[in-house]
């Protein structure tokens, strides 16, 4: 079976669609969150029937989602997910990132670089896994994570995980950090369901590999995302929600009172 990517369009990367349309068995899907992409004519043509556009409701890693619930996946053996602001150095990340999956039976997900060695993400963000269905199993539970930005796994690994854990925000109450909840949870459950080794780097250096380059929002460095002193207040107030919520569901002592606070944090979510 061939691979996939699936990229987010924001930034419209002409340049980079080009690259991957010439990559021998890899089909290139576009899922766009702006109805308006300006693509040349002769490569929407051949991108005819995979560009798809679907509402900014979760962010990149709400995007990726939306994908897979279309369940194209399922036609590859292996699927990239990236955002178009990604410069390519070498073509060969795709077979780079096919000889780690295989070497696992599939069982990975592959990132293009180590964003930190931190892993006790539930004992410092504990707030992050509310909205998920799927919940840190104890306090020491340790998990790595990989950026949005570029990421490959297997399509078993997908199925057998069912979903990505989003923080779906319809109505933007909590701005592009939901990212950053959607996708500590849907590493945690990587972790969890694949087990210790689920995460494999081409490099330790964060958002650069012999084979590509990361960037935020276009940019080679990180800018600063100004927000309004009323959105702050707000976000800050359902982080301290999403905690107190949490740190009540991992110290209880009863299934039945974690069900309980669960369905009250699904409620919450879905409401939001």
Not at 193 to 214: C, H, K, W
């Amino acid at each position: 079976m061939k691979s996939c990517v699936c990229i987010l369009a924001w930034h419209t990367n002409p340049g980079l669609y080009e690259t991957l349309v010439g990559i021998p068995g890899l089909d290139l899907y576009i899922l766009s969150h702006r109805r308006e992409l300006e693509l040349p004519t002769d490569l929407q043509a051949q991108l005819n029937g995979h560009i798809l556009f679907e509402p900014n409701l979760g962010y990149d890693w709400g995007g990726y989602q939306q994908f897979l619930e279309k369940e194209i996946y399922k036609q590859y053996s292996v699927i990239f997910f990236a955002h178009d602001d990604i410069v390519i150095l070498d073509n060969d990340i795709f077979n780079a990132c096919v000889e780690l999956i295989d070497s696992t039976r599939g069982n990975c997900i592959v990132g293009n670089s180590r964003q930190s060695n931190k892993r006790d993400w539930p004992l410092t963000h504990i707030h992050s896994y509310a909205h998920s269905k799927w919940k840190p199993p104890s306090w020491d539970f340790c998990h790595d994570v990989v950026r949005g930005s570029f990421f490959a796994t297997s399509s078993a690994a997908l199925t057998s995980l069912g979903r990505f854990e989003i923080l779906w925000d319809r109505h933007g109450f909590f701005g592009v950090g939901a990212g950053n909840w959607s996708l500590r949870a849907t590493c945690g459950k990587f972790q969890y369901y694949l087990g210790e080794d689920a995460f494999r780097y081409l490099n330790d250096t964060d958002q650069a590999s012999p084979y590509l380059i990361e960037l935020y929002r276009g940019q080679s460095k990180k800018k600063p995302h100004h927000v309004s002193i009323i959105w702050r207040m707000r976000y800050k107030l359902m982080v301290e929600l999403s905690r107190l919520l949490m740190v009540n569901y991992m110290n209880a002592n009863s299934i039945s009172r974690k069900k309980r606070l669960d369905t009250l944090m699904e409620k919450i979510f879905a409401y939001l």
